[in-house]
């Protein structure tokens, strides 16, 4: 039975891609040897990583002003590194808190200087953006999270403010065209969300932030250091790297827009779908539903592990809800095709109709 993959993170990668990192881990390019097995300052893996680099810059549009890098530690190293290197220790940084991981940034930034949080949905567990809020014109940045991938909902418009937005985009990186690049200072992502396998985090960062903060940075943890090497300082996640790059060909093949139009057309079918069931509900202000984590809820809690069974027996797995949460998660990133999305909600129908 085809198995639909509705997993958060790591997550759905295209098949294509699966192919050719499975082939690669074999016989790289036809050198005989692993992508595994050789150096990452051979010419091969260099132009690897050139090329990543380059997808990115033409998939964002960057200007010159950018500089990206694929780094380590997961966007949980991100959040420390951003205030490390952007923050002085008497400048204040703005953080809007939409979710857990916005909530786990914010206290990494606390470790390096000020923190305003201008506003937070924590008090009703996330289930929307804040809207209507002020960011102080002198902070050093405003970090926000794009799409809060444990509680499904996204920002839809990102606002115009005066200093750089910082932006944590690990569960909707290329899931839509970027508007207003020069607004950004940083925009970083995690791979293993909607971009690649686990092990390297995207970091597109404004140069003329760095050197800043008048703090002596280690090396490893300075974007400057990585910036000067081309991401190649030390020994890069080559795998990770790989596949990304495998995965930001795939997304040039298809395009920005077109996965964007993909993209909706999934997410409004799943929601419709979950509106119009009378055994299911929403669990988030609906102007602020994620495009790329569909939560929602059982109306009879009693059927709740009753329809994950059932789903799963029928080849949709992933849909349990973060362990925190509890309830249902759709996860239906870029390489979700619609009929991934039509067999779930064929599923939920069929599930009414026994259960109703
Ligand atoms: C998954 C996720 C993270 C954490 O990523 P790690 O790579 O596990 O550190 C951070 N932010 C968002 C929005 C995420 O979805």
Avoid at 107 to 123: R, Y
Avoid at 139 to 149: D, K, L
Wanted: with cysteine; aromatic share 10%.
């Amino acid at each position: 039975m085809k198995k639909w993959n509705f997993f958060s993170g790591p997550a759905i990668l295209p098949a294509t891609v699966l192919q050719q990192a499975a082939t690669a881990v074999i016989d790289f390019n036809g050198m005989g040897l692993s992508l595994l097995e050789i150096s990452h300052r051979s010419k091969a893996f260099e132009t690897v990583m050139n090329e990543a680099r380059q997808l990115v810059r033409q998939l964002l549009q960057l200007t010159d002003d950018y500089e990206v890098l694929f780094l380590t530690g997961g966007a949980s190293t991100q959040f420390a590194l951003i205030p490390y290197n952007l923050l002085p220790h008497n400048a204040t940084a703005a953080y809007l808190e939409t979710g857990q991981w916005a909530s786990n940034a914010i206290k990494e930034a606390a470790l390096f200087g000020k923190v305003q949080v201008v506003a937070s949905s924590a008090d009703t567990l996330y289930n929307h953006i804040p809207k209507n809020y002020n960011v102080p014109a002198d902070a050093a940045y405003f970090h926000i999270t794009t799409n809060n991938t444990v509680f499904g909902t996204q920002m839809h418009d990102i606002p115009t403010i005066s200093c750089p937005i910082v932006a944590d985009m690990s569960s909707d990186i290329f899931s839509r065209p970027l508007t207003n690049l020069s607004s950004y200072g940083v925009i970083y992502a995690g791979a293993q969300k909607n971009m690649g396998a686990a092990g390297t985090t995207l970091v597109v960062v404004r140069k003329d932030l760095l050197n800043k903060t008048g703090r002596q940075i280690p090396s490893m943890f300075n974007y400057q250091t990585h910036i000067e090497h081309h991401s190649m300082f030390n020994t890069p996640p080559v795998f990770a790297v790989y596949v990304a790059y495998l995965t930001l060909q795939w997304i040039a093949e298809q395009g920005l827009e077109n996965l964007a139009q993909k993209n909706t057309q999934k997410s409004q079918l799943l929601y419709h779908e979950i509106d119009r069931n009378t055994l299911f509900k929403g669990s988030v202000a609906i102007e602020d539903r994620s495009q790329m984590n569909v939560t929602f809820v059982c109306t009879r809690p009693e059927l709740e592990s009753e329809f994950l069974t059932f789903a799963e027996q029928n080849g949709c797995v992933g849909l349990k809800g973060y362990r925190k949460v509890g309830g249902y998660r759709a996860s239906i990133y870029n390489a979700m095709e619609l009929e991934g999305v039509q067999t779930l909600v064929q599923l939920m129908q069929e599930f009414e109709q026994r259960w109703a």
